[in-house]
């Protein structure tokens, strides 16, 4: 799946190999487009009332906090296949909540609503395999129009959902048959074939690594510095009695994204949120993959700062559903002293997570005080003004 934005490159430039970076960017922008898309599309169907300036903070916080620009600072094929990945899996997902808000009298958007969301999901399989969790999402979010409004049992529904699933399998049976062809098994996506020290073959499956792990990836602390870049790398603190592949860390999810804190003020709006359950299980379903995956992760590789990449996406984008969600509840019914905080507070959150991934993109390895020292130089100067 890569191939797709690596080739047009090559063919409209006349270079061969050309390097992931410029492709990368590409991506990075789609990504970013998708979460506007998916915002916009979730505020139609959810929170018609949303203001603009929320549907404009939940989506820029949810772009900004990605690690898309972390993962641009090391233009690798490693980087590239993680960020095709992240990258499909929200086209996904905006294009099946585009397929849930299309009137069914428009029949051929909806069809291709579906089956382009559905090749986007595929395609993750050939990417980032362990991102396919995210196909889950697929039910809450089509299950009311299809199985709710039995639609699923006419004609036209029966045609949809071929259209939904052709290119799945379509998708599926091109991978298997060349993972069968180069590795032995279709089921072999060819990872136990790194040339790496990680040995993925012998990892096995050790409870101990389950918690630390975890912890850091959700809830780390990064170090703290007083000079430019202000953040400072740290490793991932265990007892646990063997081998656990780290790198340098550059703090949790939860503890450095503060766009994120807005789940926990779901418990306090349960009885509006139960009224919504397409909604709640869409974030539900979230949180449980986020949890998943950070558990495959650690026991398939190890404990390395951009395998947040592989949850970080939708779980933003369950933040962002969470903000509008605390808006929508508000205007319902004004509370004037926390309608000012939450006024307040987002735009906050979303800054809060621009300064740390600005922080973050200066700070990790490799270092672009050595690969540009200019830039670095340069940024450092006008950031300490002072100096």
């Known amino acids: 799946?890569?191939?797709?934005?690596?080739?047009?490159?090559?063919?409209?430039?006349?270079?061969?190999d050309l390097p992931p970076a410029l492709p990368m960017?590409?991506?990075?922008?789609?990504?970013?487009?998708?979460?506007?898309?998916f915002v916009k599309q979730a505020a139609r169907r959810w929170f018609p009332q949303?203001?603009?300036?929320?549907?404009?903070?939940?989506?820029?916080?949810?772009?900004?906090?990605?690690?898309?620009y972390y993962l641009l600072h090391r233009p690798s094929v490693y980087e590239y296949a993680i960020l095709c990945g992240a990258t499909f899996v929200l086209w996904a997902l905006w294009q099946w909540l585009c397929a849930a808000n299309t009137p069914v009298n428009r029949r051929k958007a909806l069809a291709f609503h579906l089956a382009f969301g559905s090749l986007c999901l595929a395609l993750v399989a050939g990417?980032?395999?362990?991102?396919?969790?995210?196909?889950?999402?697929?039910?809450?979010?089509?299950?009311?129009?299809?199985?709710?409004?039995?639609r699923l049992c006419t004609r036209r529904g029966a045609g949809e959902a071929a259209a939904f699933i052709l290119p799945v399998v379509l998708v599926a049976v091109g991978l298997m048959w060349y993972n069968a062809a180069r590795f032995g098994s279709p089921f072999d996506f060819g990872a136990n074939y790194n040339l790496t020290s990680n040995d993925m073959t012998r990892r096995g499956?050790?409870?101990?690594?389950?918690?630390?792990?975890?912890?850091?990836?959700?809830?780390?602390?990064?170090?703290?510095?007083?000079?430019?870049?202000?953040?400072?790398?740290?490793?991932?603190?265990?007892?646990?009695?063997?081998?656990?592949i780290t790198e340098l860390y550059y703090g949790g999810a939860f503890a450095c994204l503060p766009l994120l804190w807005g789940l926990a003020a779901l418990p306090l709006a349960r009885r509006r949120l139960g009224s919504r359950r397409d909604l709640r299980t869409v974030i539900r379903l979230v949180l449980v993959c986020t949890a998943a995956l950070a558990v495959v992760d650690c026991q398939m590789a190890?404990?390395?700062?951009?395998?947040?990449?592989?949850?970080?996406?939708?779980?933003?984008?369950?933040?962002?559903?969470?903000?509008?969600?605390?808006?929508?509840?508000?205007?319902?019914?004004?509370?004037?002293?926390l309608t000012k905080a939450l006024r307040t507070a987002l735009p906050l959150a979303v800054l809060a997570g621009v300064c740390y991934n600005f922080c973050v993109y200066f700070a990790a390895e490799p270092q672009l005080m050595g690969q540009n020292p200019a830039l670095y130089e340069n940024v450092s100067r006008l950031v300490q003004f002072w100096l």
Do not use: H
Not at 25 to 33: D, R, V
Not at 50 to 64: D, K, V
Not at 127 to 150: D, G, H
């Open 25 to 37: 960017i590409l991506l990075a922008w789609l990504y970013i487009l998708a979460v506007f898309g």
């Open 50 to 68: 949303a203001s603009a300036a929320a549907y404009l903070l939940t989506a820029a916080g949810a772009a900004s906090g990605t690690q898309i």
């Open 1 to 16: 799946p890569c191939l797709l934005f690596q080739l047009p490159f090559e063919a409209l430039t006349g270079i061969r």
């Open 205 to 244: 499956f050790a409870v101990g690594r389950i918690a630390p792990a975890a912890v850091t990836f959700l809830a780390g602390i990064p170090g703290v510095q007083t000079v430019f870049p202000y953040l400072a790398a740290t490793r991932m603190q265990t007892n646990y009695m063997g081998l656990t």
């Open 127 to 150: 990417c980032r395999p362990q991102m396919v969790l995210f196909a889950a999402l697929a039910l809450p979010i089509l299950w009311p129009r299809y199985i709710t409004e039995k």
């Open 302 to 337: 190890g404990m390395l700062y951009r395998y947040q990449s592989d949850w970080l996406g939708p779980l933003l984008l369950a933040a962002a559903l969470a903000w509008l969600f605390a808006e929508s509840v508000l205007q319902a019914r004004p509370i004037p002293a």
